[in-house]
């Protein structure tokens, strides 16, 4: 553009206008060298060097380059123009309010890093405080839950720990005694079938079969408690002759096979043969032994709380007294939510501030440049500087209009 104003143009016009035009040219052809220079020293180096000439001297150049052409663009319109004086004043305070805003675009530079480093640091403070309380939550949550349930387990309700010691027993013993009876009822398996099963389908079988077996003999003995309880004969004689059933059955096929398991040791050490009827003895005494032990215990305490599960009853003593339950009310989501409300206002507000942090130095800049201009056209500045906030922005910008139409005729203007 310089060859063209120095060259091309003059040897367009008659050699009367050449030395004017030179004198003319002479004011503009050296802002072009200058900015071209300017831009060359603040878009040279490395790329970092590249980027951090261009945070803070891109603007200011650019703002620079546009005051100095509005400026010598003004002075060649200055013999053309009516009031002078306010038009020299406007020009002033353009290049006052350029100063301006170079320092606040720096400062704000400066105030948008500080702040950005503190959201940075709060943020780190923040995940920092939630993951020790995450891991103190962590720590002393197996605590504070141990404490919770010895507090409520010793309140009256029901039993669980001893609902839960029943159908562990029941499954202990119905795993030693899938493992006692596993070859003996896979060859009956194999003699009714005529075809060998495997052992995982054997297991399958009978493990469920003796955990029900187990549990329904801690029924009986309740059944048979219940009714010595009311005193009533009938039920007496009859749940006692139900429950020697029960234990002639669990005697002759589940204990027996423990006895004679351990019927070689015992005559290798004594040398005494058990015969069946002590074979049966052993096995009535081990029943007995084991579910005494059992029943008082923890299986007087569980087993009714097992048929009241399985019946879908209210069981004796579920219900504490005095204490009331207590229902999910608004409350009970209604305080979520407004933190969520509130931590999103929060977020919301510091989103806006920071975006006007980094927003205001660059627009300041923007309308301090457009200001020049618009003092060469109009001869004052459009923008009032500097700007505080976005809406400010907002209600500072002009909205040029289209010229109000003519009045029809015969109306009034």
Known sequence: ???????????????????AL????????????????????????????????????????????????????????LPFRSGRGAFLGALLMAWWDAGRMTWFYWAGIARFALVLVGWVWGLLRLAASLLARLLRFMVTRPFAL??????????????????????????????????????????????LTSTELAGWAVT???????????SGSFAAIQALSEAIRTKKVSQIVGMAFVEAFVMFFEVMFLYRELVDAITPWIAEQTGFQL???????????????????????????????????LARQDISGAKARGV???????????????????????????????????????????????????????????????????????????HFGVAAKAPAPGGVA
Not at 49 to 68: E, M, Q, R, S, Y
Not at 157 to 176: D, H, K, M, R
Not at 348 to 358: D, S
């Open 1 to 19: 553009m310089n060859a063209v104003l120095q060259t091309v143009l003059p040897q367009a016009l008659p050699d009367q206008w050449r030395d």
């Open 146 to 191: 141990l404490d919770w349930a010895t507090k409520q387990y010793f309140q009256p309700g029901v039993p669980w720990l001893a609902f839960l010691f029943i159908l562990f027993w029941s499954a202990l013993e119905a795993t030693i005694f899938t493992f006692t009876l596993k070859p003996t009822l896979s060859e009956v398996l194999a003699d």
């Open 204 to 214: 399958a079988v009978l493990w469920p079969f003796l955990f029900i077996l187990i």
């Open 324 to 398: 009331a339950t207590q229902e999910l009310g608004p409350e009970f989501w209604r305080g979520p939510i407004s933190a969520l409300k509130a931590e999103a206002a929060w977020f919301k507000a510091e989103g806006r501030e920071l975006f006007e942090l980094a927003s205001l130095p660059v627009l300041q800049m923007l309308a301090a440049a457009l200001n020049f201009a618009v003092v060469v056209i109009l001869g004052r500045p459009t923008f009032t500087l500097p700007f505080r906030t976005l809406d400010q922005v907002l209600a500072g910008t002009p």
């Open 22 to 77: 030179a004198v003319v040219l002479s004011a503009i052809t050296w802002i072009i060298d200058w900015q071209r220079l300017a831009l060359g020293l603040v878009l040279s180096g490395t790329d970092a060097l590249v980027v951090t000439k261009g945070v803070f001297l891109l603007l200011p150049t650019a703002l620079l380059i546009a005051a100095l052409w509005g400026s010598i663009l003004s002075l060649y319109t």
């Open 275 to 309: 015969g069946f009827a002590w074979t049966l003895a052993l096995a009535s005494f081990g029943w007995i032994g084991v579910r005494a032990m059992t029943w008082f215990l923890f299986g007087r305490f569980g087993t009714p709380a097992l048929l009241g599960v």
